[in-house]
């Protein structure tokens, strides 16, 4: 359903589909498009009076017009004095472009650590984080009643959000609420911000897991300051980290699958909405869950056959090893250390050390294992190769109700969609292409980068296409989409050759 309205009316979320004035004039490149920051909000007001929106490719919350309200007309002389001014735009709308800037930025020290000051740095907005409190002493939703009954609390509330009106019970008096992180900045610029973080991130990784190998007590001060950034740079925008933690790899497995963790547990703790304190929190334990592999043998770690039972109980002594080491440290907060001693307890009982099973684990301790499993699965191993995003998710929807709760699946494969950020794809014109976003409002149509072509040759300048818009494949009578999702390394594709690795 199409309407016009008035260009102050505009909110985000809303797709445009016509101006009134010709596309030329503006500095919008796509002539369709979702409104997802504030920069976009100005050009519109700025530019037009009247603008065309179509609803069924909006947001959810915009689907349905609102009911009509009495208001006062703009007056003609009001609205066409309105200044027409241009929002420069702050990072390069070629998204190849862009990775080449970052290109620039990136070496083996940080920006910080150059003395620089980062190319780009938002602060939270209130909106952001308002009613979620930041600091310990504040009760953030997942406190009140307990985590899993805020969490099936907010399952209902998303499930009436997402049903048709006449479907819509009145009778519960929780309200339905947006979600407490929207994202109001533009992927590319948070990619510019989030660079320098995640290479100050990589950093404060290696020198913990140095430390722990060289048996001496890790300084955890640095990476408490570096998640803290990164767990601004989620609530801003997920993909940007999401993409850098997948495309940039080092040469130790340890080392990515820490960050991998670190991130996907920040993304998926703000998908469930909670405070910025547990996070930031997660984010840290995330990063710490591994911690304690580095004290066995490196030909035991390095095995490429089947573990004996012997060397199995012998693997499972990390887990004690990893809360010794951060018991060690005063300063460690204890649900940290709790979260990492229950990453690999299951609900069925079959976990260790303890052998916990239900409730008895915890939202926490599950969300840990859940990522755990899931970045080791798409990482590629020595003995195994990785599988495709889609191959993790629905290997974790077998285990729903058998090794993890089927709310907390469900949830997660909710958070990341089929298609995460970073993910390889092949289109149905035989091109390969990787995920740079996801689309908020059809997520098996996200915003794509072709990389190599039909004949699986490479693309000297990798264009975009944003799948949500139907593009049309050329000299075909058909549009773009996804056929299958590939696992790393597929065609023999280097992220190094293409991204930032």
């Known amino acids: 359903m199409k309407e016009f309205l008035a260009a102050s009316d505009l909110e985000l979320g809303m797709f445009v589909a016509e101006l009134d004035r010709p596309w030329l004039e503006t500095p919008f490149l796509m002539q369709g498009f979702l409104i997802e920051s504030e920069q976009q909000l100005a050009q519109l007001r700025g530019l037009c009076r009247i603008v065309l929106i179509d609803r069924e490719r909006s947001e959810s919350r915009h689907m ?12 003609t002389s009001v609205a066409s004095e309105r200044p027409l001014t241009m929002v420069r735009q702050a990072a390069p709308t070629d998204f190849f472009q862009l990775l080449k800037l970052l290109r620039a930025y990136d070496s083996e020290a940080p920006a910080a650590a150059r003395g620089e000051a980062p190319v780009f740095a938002w602060s939270p907005s209130r909106a952001a984080v308002g009613g979620f409190g930041g600091g310990a002493d504040e009760s953030g939703p997942a406190e009140r009643g307990g985590v899993w009954g805020w ?37 590319e610029q948070e990619l510019l911000a989030a660079a320098p973080i995640h290479a100050e991130a990589m950093l404060a990784v290696k020198d913990i897991l140095r430390d722990v190998e060289r048996q ?10 570096v998640v803290q950034d990164m767990m601004h740079s989620v609530t801003r925008h997920p993909d940007a980290l999401l993409w850098l933690t997948r495309l940039k790899r080092t040469d130790r497995y340890t080392y990515d699958h820490a960050l991998d963790c670190s991130t996907y547990m920040m993304v998926f703790a703000r998908h469930l909405g909670l405070p910025q304190d547990r996070i930031a929190m997660l984010g840290m334990a995330g990063m710490l869950l591994d911690i304690g592999k580095l004290t066995l043998s490196a030909r035991l770690l390095a095995k490429t056959t089947a573990l004996t039972p012997l060397e199995y109980d012998l693997f499972k002594t990390h887990v004690e090893s990893a809360m010794k080491i951060l018991r060690a440290d005063a300063s460690i907060d204890p649900a940290l250390v709790e979260v990492v001693a ?30 755990d499993s899931f970045c080791a699965m798409t990482r590629h191993r020595s003995w195994r190769p990785a599988v495709s995003s889609q191959q993790g998710l629905e290997a974790l929807i077998g285990l729903r109700d058998e090794r993890f709760s089927a709310g907390l699946i469900d949830q997660f494969v909710q958070c990341i969609g089929i298609y995460p950020a970073g993910t390889l794809v092949e289109l149905n014109s035989g091109e390969v292409a990787v995920v740079v976003a996801q689309n908020r409002i059809r997520r098996l149509k996200p915003r ?40 790393e390394r597929a065609f023999g594709i280097d992220p190094a050759q293409f991204y930032l690795a």
């Open 342 to 371: 229950l990453h690999h307890e299951r609900i069925d009982g079959s976990g260790y050390p303890r052998g916990l099973s239900g409730e008895a684990i915890g939202v926490f301790g599950e969300m840990a294992g859940i990522i």
């Open 216 to 225: 001496a007590p890790p300084d955890l001060g640095r990476a408490r300051e």
């Open 448 to 487: 794509v980068m072709v990389l190599l072509a039909s004949d699986h040759t490479p693309n000297a300048n990798p264009h975009t296409l944003d799948l949500l818009y139907d593009p049309a494949v050329p000299g075909r009578e058909e549009t773009y989409r996804i056929v299958r999702s590939l696992p």
């Open 151 to 187: 969490l099936r609390a907010r399952a209902r509330r998303l499930r009436r959000r997402e049903a048709p009106a006449d479907q819509v019970s009145d009778e519960s008096d929780e309200p339905t609420t947006d979600h407490p992180y929207p994202i109001d900045v533009p992927l």
């Open 64 to 75: 349905r017009a609102p009911a009509a309200t009495p208001r006062e007309p703009v007056p």
